[in-house]
């Protein structure tokens, strides 16, 4: 049906720069929002940046001014340009498309298996 497919993450320096992608593919009609959520060891998941199909963002505040998201709403892809890395930004990053709706017409969320970010010295 509907799968997630994440690329981009890796190990890099700090201060260094990683760009995530995640392209939705499957009988999709549109996708309300794709964003990425993260998860460090031991913490719990948490929203980083999410972006609406009308260009709307949400960041959360340890990443504003680092980090970029952007959508490409005809191939259903969305990026999260990583600059000035820090220690505390390692984590599993994980892609979500919220409002999927197929061409069955069904809306539904998905997730995808999740990259490794770490930054590190």
């Known amino acids: 049906q509907v799968q997630l497919v994440e690329s981009g993450g890796g190990l890099v320096q700090p201060g260094g720069s990683l760009r995530l992608s995640c392209a939705a593919s499957?009988?999709?009609?549109?996708?309300?929002?794709m964003g990425w959520y993260r998860q460090a060891p031991g913490k719990q998941r948490e929203l980083v940046a999410r972006?609406?199909?009308?260009?709307?963002?949400n960041y959360v505040g340890s990443v504003s001014g680092r980090f970029t998201i952007s959508r490409d709403n005809a191939k259903n892809t969305v990026y999260l340009q990583m600059n000035s890395l820090k220690p505390e930004d390692t984590a599993v990053y994980y892609c979500?498309?919220?409002?999927?709706?197929?061409?069955?017409?069904?809306?539904?969320?998905?997730w995808g298996q999740g990259t490794q970010v770490t930054v590190s010295s």
């Open positions: 499957g009988s999709i009609v549109s996708i309300n929002a």
């Open positions: 979500n498309a919220e409002g999927v709706r197929s061409i069955t017409l069904r809306l539904d969320d998905y």
């Open positions: 972006i609406f199909s009308d260009g709307r963002t």
